[in-house]
């Protein structure tokens, strides 16, 4: 709760930040829109469904914070790090109640008027599946998100520069995640690339739930998929802050 408070005034510190970071996402979901209806133009059912998923993949987008890896990479630069740790703290889940701080407190400052804004485009004339089974990929996808990025935070040990690394990630993981345009949409050889890659269960599996995958067994095989990559990421954070720890052991003599 302390986070959350805390990240909640720091928001609104900046009112003028808050409401061009609105106006922001409200131009760039309106620009997609259009550019799905030139491109179908003489097809009213996909532009329906291009228009859903645009507004739902930008919506699903602010439950993957990224600032983890930045604030863990000035705490390695700046030796804060080493010093977190003789505190009583675990230094993961505070990282992580700071950014669930963040997503709730931009949720609320953003998310919710650009739902008021574009929900006659969210309802129309349409059905949504699994709604609870979305809820629960878009949170577990939020854990594997974080420990990507809480990884990339870790390499700060190496990379002394991390931020267009992470940059690079982000637009990947946009794009190679469906978070831009389905993977149905995208060239051959790189969806197949996006079908064995972690990414597409941030945005393309809890989508494709909402807007029609029917099959439970399908369905499924993909929860499990999901939390086999959640467990595999644990582990090689685990590893990777094993390796970082005894490189601070080193440096301190």
């Not at 739902?56 to 977190?84: C, P, Q, W």
């Not at 002394?160 to 794009?175: A, H, N, Q």
């Not at 345009?181 to 972690?198: D, H, Q, R, T």
Request: proline residues 3%; contains cysteine.
């Amino acid at each position: 709760m302390y986070y959350f408070k805390t990240t909640f005034k720091n928001s609104l510190v900046y009112r003028w930040s808050v409401f061009f970071s609105v106006g922001r996402l409200v131009l760039l979901i309106a620009i997609n829109i259009m550019l799905w209806r030139v491109l179908y133009q003489n097809n009213i059912t996909m532009i329906s469904y291009m228009t859903r998923y645009t507004i739902i993949s930008n919506i699903i987008m602010m439950f993957y914070s990224r600032g983890v890896h930045m604030r863990l990479a000035e705490k390695v630069t700046s030796g804060d790090f080493a010093i977190d740790l003789i505190r009583p703290v675990n230094l993961f889940f505070m990282f992580w109640q700071i950014e669930v701080s963040g997503i709730i407190s931009n949720l609320l400052l953003c998310g919710l008027p650009v739902i008021v804004i574009y929900f006659p485009f969210i309802i129309g004339d349409t059905e949504y599946y699994n709604v609870l089974l979305v809820i629960i990929a878009v949170v577990l996808g939020h854990i594997l998100f974080f420990m990507i990025y809480y990884l990339l935070g870790l390499t700060a040990f190496i990379i002394i520069e991390i931020e267009p690394i992470g940059r690079l990630l982000d637009d990947t993981i946009r794009l190679m995640a469906g978070g831009f345009i389905p993977l149905a949409l995208l060239p051959s050889y790189l969806g197949k690339i996006a079908n064995v890659l972690p990414f597409r269960y941030l945005y393309s599996f809890p989508l494709e739930l909402l807007l029609g995958v029917k099959s439970v067994g399908n369905i499924m095989n993909k929860f499990i998929i999901l939390c086999l990559w959640i467990f595999i990421f644990a582990f090689i954070n685990i590893c990777v802050y094993k390796i970082a720890i005894k490189k601070i052991a080193i440096q301190g003599g």
